[in-house]
């Protein structure tokens, strides 16, 4: 239970921190990837101090350039973060309530 609460303290504190600058950033220059890979690094911090462990096979078959379609199934909440911090670069079809999160709904529409 610590670890979780120490994780969402990262996690909001992070967001915190590098979201304004990035979204300025992103305005500025009118592209979305430099804020996605802040948001990635974010993701794979967060799951590396959650202590999971992820085994990822197949990934030799990702067909970069290709139009595909992951979907999660969504066993914990580490599903979302840790999928992010896996995948090439992927434009995420969420539900309403993260458009909830102050900084992060902003960053999100960004993106598309």
């Known amino acids: 239970m610590i670890r979780a609460c120490?994780?969402?303290?990262?996690?909001?504190?992070?967001i915190l921190l590098t979201a304004p600058p990035m979204l300025v950033y992103t305005i500025l220059v009118r592209e979305t990837d430099s804020i996605y890979a802040v948001g990635r690094f974010g993701a794979k911090v967060a799951v590396w101090l959650s202590g999971a462990k992820l085994e990822v096979h197949g990934k030799e078959n990702i067909q970069p350039g290709q139009a595909v379609l992951y979907l999660a199934n969504h066993q914990s909440n580490i599903d979302p973060p840790a999928l992010v911090s896996i995948l090439p670069p992927v434009w995420i079809m969420a539900k309403k309530e993260f458009f909830n999160v102050p900084l992060l709904n902003i960053g999100m529409r960004m993106r598309g």
Request: net charge neutral.
């Open 6 to 14: 120490l994780v969402v303290l990262f996690i909001a504190i992070y």
